[in-house]
């Protein structure tokens, strides 16, 4: 969707190489510079190297959206997650953000602009329970979001999150796909059943455009009406 409004796009991957040549593929139909990076979201150093590969290629850096994400499909009570599960969600899930902003505002800072759009979750909202890692991890995003509006607005960059409920992506179909998850979707949902990821993209890029030029500091909540946050 960048790309058909005219963006050139980097994007990175950890191992899904077929799909994002599949995306690459696509995106680049609509004649703008689509490519695709073989990184780590959650390791410090990818997110240098991807970052530095980004500015190598397009020459600046206008919007970044840190959306990479884990969840686990199982429950798991507090009391059983153990300090791997619990580390490896903080690291892939909000480590990735701080990191990927770290080496992606010196250059918007030089730009003296930029759209900083990190993805949450209603989860980050309401908390999550027997998933409460993940929870933490969004809610955690939440308030980073906070303070780097506010923190960077002087340079003319602006900080928004959109904040997904049930997505219809490889990450939630395990249990969208089964009947407990239809019904749960069914019944949780007013609209009545998950989003696409189209529906998420799209206010993703509402706010990376010109038409979001006075919204800072805000988390938009695209849930179908699942959770009712102020």
Not at 176 to 200: D, F, N, W, Y
Request: charged share 20%; proline share 4%.
């Amino acid at each position: 969707m960048f790309a058909q409004a005219g963006a050139d796009v980097i994007f990175s991957y950890s191992s899904a190489k077929e799909a994002a040549k599949q995306v690459q593929a696509e995106a680049g139909k609509h004649g703008t510079r689509v490519e695709a990076f073989k990184a780590d979201a959650g390791k410090h150093e990818d997110n240098r190297k991807l970052v530095e590969f980004c500015i190598k290629r397009l020459g600046r850096l206008d919007v970044l959206v840190p959306n990479a994400g884990i969840w686990n499909v199982e429950d798991l009570p507090i009391e059983k997650m153990g300090e791997k599960q619990w580390d490896e969600m903080i690291r892939v899930n909000l480590k990735s953000v701080y990191s990927v902003i770290h080496f992606a505002v010196p250059q918007m800072i030089k730009q003296k602009s930029g759209k900083i759009i990190p993805i949450s979750s209603t989860a980050a909202q309401r908390g999550e329970s027997f998933h409460t890692h993940y929870g933490a991890s969004k809610g955690a995003i939440v308030s980073l979001v906070k303070g780097l509006s506010t923190e960077l607005a002087c340079h003319g960059i602006l900080v928004n999150s959109v904040a997904p409920g049930w997505v219809a992506t490889d990450m939630s179909n395990p249990v969208l796909h089964t009947k407990a998850g239809q019904k749960m979707a069914a019944s949780v949902i007013p609209i009545g059943r998950p989003a696409t990821a189209e529906e998420i993209a799209g206010p993703i890029l509402f706010l990376a455009s010109d038409l979001a030029n006075f919204i800072n500091g805000e988390i938009l909540n695209v849930n179908g009406g699942s959770v009712l946050c102020g």
